[in-house]
């Protein structure tokens, strides 16, 4: 396959097939020229009306063309590693496919995580360029100079305070007055195994990891994505995570980018979200149950509709059947909301859609944990015997049968083989199969007799009390039914092996117990619906938290280790 050719499929590249992601850019660009590929809101003119720029596919592939030029020219050369901190944007998007285009290796990192944890990244990959807008030259610059050790070439982009960069920009300006730089740049001959990207991963249960993305990789993301939901050319994407826009240029759609801090979703204006769907007529939407919980809310108060809306996708943590009901009220009647299950490491595995959800959730009432649905066509998805050990291959393990609950551990053409620099943990999360490389998802959970995969919460989050082993979601179901509880969360206290089981409840707004006595009476509704169920009754620890520590990325799953060492102390 040439990088001028579109997979027909999942399983249409092999390992040595020449082929660069960078490819669709390009295509888009002469199929659809004059198409909107990327709007980015600006200020409000004097009748509050909001003004957008936008950027075609030709337009953004000149950028990108000119991008890729400056930055050869600057000395970045293929197969190096290229830092990109740029807010969401036309310049977002054109800086990612220009590395592509070199045959470079584009590194995300999550701002969110924090200044620290930021450098601590960046030292461990050793980039060869960096290119940032002002802001995260200046805090590199500052507080990262020994990270940036390796870096030859940096690069701003977006203007501002370069603290000694490149300005990009400008030396693509200076290229095309030399009459150089202007011709459309030559996509480099990867091949499908090549390394295309490093995604680190939240560090919402364990330090950030970065995951090795090889071209193929992202074709089959592309693929599946398109094939399962129906995504077609044509159609307004209002991403909650900002890298979901290459899959939308891939698809041939218009990324609207949603006035938004990406680090803090939760924290996001629900009325913006919905001013940008109504002004451009939206068609699909990924984002965090953070996101559409307000969203949702915004518009059920206001007798708001989002008929545009034909999908919405929700993931990042299991989003309960309410918001998909809820969801479904305001979407047109041949709308679907779904919920994508996977990972950094791999994604999608598999995915489940609103309707169904709600029909499965009386078994997940019952601890029967969360259905996240069929695994996807070319995916491949096992249950083994939980281990906390390496397990170097596939041989030497035994999968679970129907209904048997263990390890959930997934092969397929979007999984990753390996993370970068770490060996060791490479070692304990992947496991080989001759070619072919597991991915241990770090998930429980069970396939039932129609091969639905079922969810059962984090293995590192299980509770080992010695007479039994407690699963996270399956126990946070029955107490998530108390009318006044907004969430809950299992957690052992001691050391596995011989851990109390505990439940820390975070109540709704308006219903926290305030004295002895009301969180008396609160314990007490809480331990009789631990009693009616099997699976719970030897729950006899309630505790209550004002508000979850959540992690950075989708500020919506549950800090279990944080909220283990609280509980542990509020002893």
Request: glycine share 10%; aromatic share 8%.
């Amino acid at each position: 396959m040439t990088a001028s050719d579109e997979a027909s499929g999942p399983s249409a590249l092999s390992a040595n097939d020449a082929f660069n992601i960078a490819h669709h850019l390009p295509r888009q660009a002469a199929e659809r020229p004059y198409a909107r590929a990327v709007v980015i809101p600006r200020e409000r003119g004097k009748d509050g009306r909001r003004a957008y720029a936008q950027a075609t596919f030709l337009q953004l592939n000149q950028l990108c063309d000119r991008y890729a030029h400056a930055l050869r020219a600057a000395g970045v050369e293929r197969g190096q590693r290229v830092l990109i901190l740029v807010k969401p944007g036309a310049e977002l998007v054109a800086v990612i496919y220009a590395v592509f285009k070199l045959g470079a290796v584009a590194v995300f990192i999550d701002p969110g995580m924090g200044l620290k944890k930021l450098v601590e990244c960046v030292a461990r990959i050793e980039p060869a360029a960096f290119v940032g807008v002002s802001r995260a030259q200046a805090a590199l610059a500052l507080f990262g100079r020994r990270a940036l050790e390796t870096v030859k070439v940096r690069a701003l982009v977006g203007g501002g305070l370069g603290w000694g960069a490149l300005d990009l920009d400008q030396a693509a300006r200076d290229l095309a007055a030399l009459g150089a730089g202007g011709e459309p740049f030559e996509i480099a001959p990867t091949r499908a195994s090549d390394t295309a990207a490093v995604l680190f991963t939240s560090g919402s249960t364990g330090p950030a990891k970065g995951v090795v993305y090889q071209h193929g990789m992202f074709q089959a993301q592309v693929d599946h994505l398109r094939e399962v939901y129906g995504i077609e050319p044509g159609e307004v994407d209002l991403p909650g995570l900002p890298v979901f826009a290459l899959f939308s240029v891939a698809f041939g759609a218009t990324t609207v980018f949603p006035d938004m801090d990406p680090t803090k979703p939760a924290q996001h204006d629900p009325k913006l979200w919905v001013e940008a769907i109504e002004d451009h007529g939206v068609t699909y939407s990924f984002g965090s149950p953070a996101i559409w919980w307000p969203v949702a809310r915004y518009c059920r108060e206001r007798g708001i509709k989002l008929p545009s809306l034909r999908r919405v996708l929700m993931a990042g943590a299991p989003v309960p059947p309410a918001l998909h009901e809820q969801l479904a009220e305001l979407l047109g009647p041949d709308a679907r909301t779904h919920t994508p299950y996977g990972a950094t490491e791999g994604l999608p595995v598999s995915t489940i859609d609103g309707e169904t959800l709600i029909e499965t959730f009386a078994a997940t009432r019952e601890g029967a944990g969360t259905c996240v649905g069929h695994p996807l066509p070319g995916v491949d998805v096992r249950v083994i015997a939980i281990s906390d050990e390496p397990i170097a291959r596939f041989a030497d393990i035994e999968g679970l049968g129907p209904g048997e609950r263990g390890e959930i551990v997934v092969a397929g053409r979007q999984v990753t083989q390996e993370y970068c620099e770490l060996p060791e943990a490479t070692a304990a999360a992947k496991i080989r199969e001759g070619e072919r490389v597991w991915h241990r998802m770090g998930d429980m959970g069970y396939l039932d007799d129609e091969g639905r995969l079922w969810f059962l919460g984090r293995k590192s989050h299980r509770v080992e009390t010695g007479s039994e082993r407690l699963y996270p979601v399956a126990c946070e179901a029955v107490f998530n039914e108390h009318p006044k509880v907004y969430r809950s969360a299992l957690v052992g206290i001691g050391a596995r092996g011989a851990q109390t089981p505990a439940i820390v409840v975070e109540p709704l707004a308006g219903h926290f117990p305030r004295g002895a006595a009301a969180q008396a009476s609160f314990r007490e509704e809480l331990a009789q619906l631990a009693q009616a169920h099997e699976h719970t009754r030897g729950i006899e620890r309630f505790l209550f938290h004002e508000s979850f520590p959540v992690d950075l990325r989708h500020n919506a799953k549950i800090r279990r280790g944080d909220l283990a060492a609280w509980a542990s102390a509020a002893r």
